[in-house]
């Protein structure tokens, strides 16, 4: 009891990671929403699944593409102003979306978010590294990750309860990417506090040959994820599912994977780590066939949509 006691005492955790913790949670309620909302709108102004996806590609790529400049954004920015306006830009381009509902829009403006969002989830990463050290470096990236992922797993939950018809969820999807900017500013102490080292503004594509396997593995985890984020809540729309009901499996799936990790840690130290990745690869075949084969079924249903979120958050 000691030992678990000792293990969730935050206090040994720098003061920064903690607000940042904070911030991270906001930021996962509002991505998590406002993902499940927008493709349950196109879906019902009658977009196709295409035009759906090719959106979603817009923010992979967006994701993909930010790796290549965050070294120089933030050596001419700054880790304080580069959060502040990326959060902030991304609040606008979601007005954006919303004031102009076309496909081309929508697709420039995810662009522009996951441009966004990929520096902003490296510069929290590094955050935590740099201000950890090996004594508290697994707890520190414990917290933020859980406080992302939980946050995430609870935006579709606001699906489930107020569902998408008129303004309120709009509003609702401005307000909780809205809250993230003054989180920041009041923490901007703790953010300036962080020394983020001179990046290298080169990229080291010789990884690609040392661990081959392991970026096959996130490529396939990625191109799941952002297949479901994209096309989970449209397939169950063809299926007649109601929209409450998609936010709530999302919900499911999303905190089920939040709340396995501790286990899933334990095991990781038992086994073999590579044969564990094949593992959630294999679960990433296994649910889509059952959701496509026993959808009416609920135990199954929701079993299915179980596995997607154990074998997603642990992968990553």
């Known amino acids: 009891m000691n030992k678990i006691l000792n293990y969730i005492n935050f206090k040994s955790i720098d003061v920064s990671v903690r607000y940042l913790s904070i911030s991270a949670f906001f930021t996962g309620i509002g991505l998590g929403y406002f993902f499940t909302l927008i493709v349950i709108l196109l879906k019902h102004n009658n977009y ?37 306006y990326s959060l902030s830009i991304q609040t606008l381009m979601i ?8 496909p081309i829009v929508i ?8 441009i966004l969002g990929g520096i902003m989830r490296m510069t929290m990463d590094t955050w935590v590294n740099i201000v950890s050290d090996n004594k508290n470096r697994g707890k520190a990236i414990g917290l933020y990750n859980s406080a992302i992922s939980i946050g995430f797993a609870l935006g579709p939950l606001f699906v489930g309860l107020f569902g998408v018809n008129g303004f309120f969820p709009i509003i609702l999807a401005i307000s909780l990417m809205a809250i993230r900017t003054p989180a920041i500013i009041i923490i901007k102490k703790h953010v300036e506090s962080v020394k983020i080292p001179r990046l290298k503004k080169k990229f080291n594509f010789s990884l690609f040959k040392i661990a081959p396997f392991i970026f096959l593995a996130i490529f396939i985890g990625g191109a799941n994820d952002t297949t479901f984020g994209a096309l989970f809540p449209a397939y169950l729309i063809n299926e007649l599912f109601s929209d409450k009901t998609i ?12 709340i396995s990790q501790p286990f899933i840690g334990a095991l990781t130290d038992k086994i073999n780590k590579r044969n564990f990745i094949i593992i959630l690869l294999t679960f990433h075949l296994v649910w889509p066939i059952l959701l496509n084969n026993f959808v009416f079924i609920n135990t199954i249903l929701f ?12 992968l990553y």
């Open 48 to 84: 196709s699944e295409s035009t759906i996806g090719i959106i979603a590609a817009f923010f992979s790529f967006g994701l993909m593409s930010s790796g290549f400049i965050v070294a120089r954004v933030l050596d001419r920015f700054g880790l304080y102003q580069t959060m502040l």
């Open 107 to 114: 697709a420039i403006a995810h662009l522009v978010m996951g």
């Open 247 to 258: 936010g709530y499996l999302y919900f499911v799936g999303a905190f089920g994977g939040v």
């Open 303 to 314: 079993f299915s949509v179980i596995i997607w979120g154990v074998a997603s958050v642990s």
């Open 95 to 102: 007005m954006i979306m919303f004031s102009f509902f076309y």
